[in-house]
């Protein structure tokens, strides 16, 4: 949706323009006053601009979902869906670049993660651009040897989550759902890495937009699943679940396999719902076994094989000195 | 269900008794947590392990719990004679902290484990057994020494067996976890190694942690019991035993003259940790125990 379509004068038009604003979705997170201050002029200007943006947003939406199944989606609504995907950073240029800007929604992801070494603080690479104010979820799923760094990751994601909107980030909280071990020692570097990004964020702030969950066995897993709907309705700006190792409680003396494989599939499902309604991204964090297949043994993901809608796989190899991710 | 605060999780430490390892670990084993100890035979494994369970008596004030310990023993004899040697110097530097008739080895309890199904059975006891200690002198670290002699014997290779292994990892692990999270103990467990035979590729290359491969007495191992046990611990803490020969300048009345001598050298490596980064340390093993040493 373009600038020149809204109705509003020619001159505002103009000013909007030369001022850089090309596109609704820049317009989407500015405040009136900011705005006035831009283009030079009064802010009851401003605000009607803004107003009559958003109002055009809103019937761009309606006129959109006007189809002919209720609920779906012409495929070129989804091609800009796509395209205008909000995301997280991982603070890794690389690692950014592999997953196509950051982790963002919509999706499951598994990813085979590399490089610790790579793990740049300073510049935050950013692709902010939403149309219609939408964003995608993305479900990443994250396997990994032991001690290569999976939960390093996962406490990146929920502490980039909540860079501020105005130096490109997403501005949200996250939910941490510990199964394997405490967060007690992470403080620390919970609080290391917002400084060396310098953005003006206190590390209490940090660690209380973060809501921990410490989980014991998988009853509790399923439990804390099924109550997270509610618990999200009532905090409405939480954007990214983090799952660390959410198979572990799995993997033990299951007797019913059959039940195992439907326990799983009916927990994604759920998180996938979940990511849906609300537009957040959920990355969960997995472990490899070895495969054993006609007398080799391979790493396979664990529990792989079952439930998982996965739209992005990736294994874990760490041999030699380095250590690489591989998307699947 | 509330989410717990992250700013109020505290985690405290056990000290090791020797201010250059607990510099290394960040002070000491961490509570709540389990942390895996790998080494070969006589590497110092079990010298550890008796260490901390006498320096988790001291008060918090000194690195300690002020607690009592369990130790799970798989592998006979219980080494009596060297806890009491230990006990005993162990008195001597920290007198002042106990009353005179106290016996700090009156503190730790010691049960010996056969298999690894009598591990779980001894599991589900301990539960009680902890909670009533919070009476006397809280038990707040537990010890298995070790767990690999447990799963190493009993188990065949067929995929059927190596399944029911895995299970038991998580089974015991998580139990541990689930006990280490609700009273706030200390999990220490010791591994033995494997010789890696064949070409570093596939499986054997597979690299867990900081180490590339693990060197001891001069051959390449990795700790057993495999991924899925790796899978089970929070850190792990890799003990490495070589001879050096070293050259020694002995100023004799004629002269100088060169001995070589061969120098045991041992060294402590951080595997994989949440909250340490890659480092190593030397240590030595004597009479009051085992201690790091700065060069």
Known sequence: MEIWRL???ASQRGKLISAGYTSLSSLSSISSSDLARELKVSESEAMNILKVASHSRGSETSNASCSIVEGAQSAWDMLHDEESLM??????????????????????TE?????????VNSVLKYKLTTAFGSESIIFMLIGGVPGIGKTQLGIQVAVNVQIPNDFGGLGGKAIYIACIEDMSEYNRFLRKDFQECKIKMLPQDILENIFYFRICSYTEQIALINYLDKFLSEHKDVKVIVVDSVTFHFRQDFDDMALRTRVLS?????????????????????????????????????????????????IRNSSSSCKRIKMM | MTPQSLLQLTSQKCTTGCPILDRLLNGGIPCNSITEIVAESGSGKTQICLQLSLHAQL????????????????????????????????????AHHFPVNDNPCDRIFVQSVHTADHLLEIMSKTDPFIENSKNQVPVRLIVIDSIAALFRSDFDNTPVELKRRSSLFFKISSKLKALAKRFNLAVLVTNQVVDLVGPNEGINGLRIGNLVCLHTSGRRV???????????????????RNEEVIREE????????????????????????PHLPESSCEFEITREGLFGVER
């Not at chain 1, 995301?87 to 499951?108: F, M, R």
């Not at chain 1, 990813?111 to 793990?119: D, N, Q, R």
């Open chain 1, 87 to 108: 995301h997280i950073t991982t603070s890794s240029a690389d690692l950014d670049n592999i997953l196509g800007g950051g982790i963002h929604c919509k999706e499951v």
């Open chain 1, 7 to 9: 109705p509003i004068s």
């Open chain 1, 266 to 314: 009916g927990m994604a499902l759920k998180l996938m719902n979940l990511a849906k309604r609300f537009s957040l991204a959920v990355v969960l964090l997995n472990q490899v076994t070895t495969k054993h297949t006609e007398a080799s043994f391979q790493l396979a993901l664990a529990l792989a094989s079952a439930a998982y809608s996965v739209t992005a796989r990736g």
């Open chain 2, 59 to 94: 008060p918090v004030s000194h690195g300690g719990l002020a607690a009592s310990s369990l130790y799970l023993h798989t592998e006979f004899p219980f080494p009596f004679r060297r806890l009491h040697q230990l006990c005993l110097s162990f008195r001597s530097s920290n």
């Open chain 2, 222 to 240: 990795c700790p057993a019991l495999g991924l899925a046990w790796a899978n089970c611990v929070n850190s792990r803490l890799f003990l490495s």
């Open chain 1, 111 to 119: 990813i085979g993660w590399s490089s610790l070494s790579l793990i």
């Open chain 2, 250 to 273: 002995n100023e004799k009345s004629n002269g100088q003259s060169c001995d070589f001598v061969k120098k045991k050298m041992r060294k402590l490596y951080v595997v994989f940790a």
